[in-house]
């Protein structure tokens, strides 16, 4: 079966705009969207599992369930809760912070031994053509894909796996991954622009640092508390987004509007200078980005992995379509 997904992610043209192409690649896939029909009605969609797929279904009032860690009264209940208490003194420190700054640092969680043995997979197989970058020429999709190591330790890691469900309240489907040679330079932004959900704020992900992070390999920067920041959609920004249409330059749009946010609330970035092997976690709506690398040539390999709730709408914001998701088929 031919994915358009995959063809979209080497090809830069009109196609790539209109949401006819996004329609005709659901209906290729429709085992990955089969499990859409309850979650519609669950959540009063009416609407086909093969149609584009945005904000404005929902209207303008989401539905009020949230990601317990974003409630109102989690400082009360993370400490009553049982299964927060089973974790060590230096964990509970975490996930306090992860509350207040949106993200949170796994210092040294991946052995140095593990992480040269994915970059040497990784450049393997580059060389015999079995993974290759998208069209941006950084990312590598799904290599998890390709490698055992990249999926069942980095991917599917039973410990990561355990706290990222622990912190949305349910449990986490691992959805995609990204893997970095370079830096991507990318202009701040929040995941869940790309990778959203409904009810809000079902997705979180994790960065691994598979090389040491200096200030000249274009370090990952966030900023601390931005996901506190109201969720933006298409609907607050000029995207260009019709009925036929995704908007030819809404990521850059988007991009804008993100800029003056930060400006308009005097946010200030912080650089990630991780160590190989540390793994940062953040928020759906926290603000980050990839900073511009000063050395020309200098390496920053790193894997980035999404992960949404179970029992959730997933879907693209910008390209309005619905996710497919993976492992779920016959669900």
Not at 280 to 288: D, E
Request: proline fraction near 6%; glycine fraction near 6%.
């Amino acid at each position: 079966m031919i994915s358009l997904q995959r063809f979209f992610q080497k090809y830069t043209g009109f196609l790539r705009n209109l949401k006819v192409a996004y329609v005709v690649n659901n209906l290729l896939h429709t085992d990955q969207l089969r499990q859409n029909r309850e979650l519609y009605r669950r959540y009063g969609l009416d609407k086909s599992i093969y149609s584009p797929l945005g904000s404005r279904d929902f209207g303008k009032k989401h539905h009020p369930d949230v990601p317990w860690i974003d409630q109102p009264d989690i400082k009360e209940r993370l400490e009553q809760s049982p299964e927060f208490q089973a974790f060590d003194e230096s964990m509970k420190h975490k996930i306090r912070r992860f509350i207040e700054d949106g993200f949170m640092i796994l210092e040294d969680f991946f052995p140095q031994a593990e992480t040269e043995a994915l970059n040497r997979e990784v450049e393997a197989q580059i060389r015999a053509g079995k993974a290759a970058y998208n069209y941006t020429g950084r990312k590598i999709f799904n290599f998890y894909e390709h490698s055992r190591l990249a999926n069942e330790r980095f991917f599917r890691n039973p410990e990561l796996l355990h706290l990222l469900s622990f912190l949305l309240g349910k449990p986490v489907i691992p959805f995609q991954s990204l893997n970095f040679t370079l830096g991507s330079e990318q202009r701040a932004h929040s995941d869940s622009i790309h990778m959203t959900t409904e009810p809000q704020g079902y997705l979180i992900a994790t960065w691994i640092a598979l090389e040491d992070c200096t200030p000249e390999n274009g370090p990952l920067f966030y900023y601390p508390g931005s996901h506190r920041l109201p969720y933006i959609t298409t609907e607050d920004y000029n995207s260009g987004n019709t009925a036929l249409t995704i908007g030819e330059h809404s990521n850059r749009r988007y991009e804008d509007h993100i800029a003056q946010l930060i400006a308009a609330h005097n946010l200030e970035p912080r650089p990630f200078l991780a160590k190989r092997g540390d793994v940062l976690i953040w928020h759906a709506n926290l603000l980050h980005g990839g900073s511009p690398i000063a050395r020309p040539g200098a390496t920053r390999k790193s894997m980035v992995c999404h992960y949404y709730a179970e029992g959730v709408i997933c879907y693209h914001e910008m390209s309005q379509r619905p996710a497919l998701l993976k492992g779920l088929e016959g669900g």
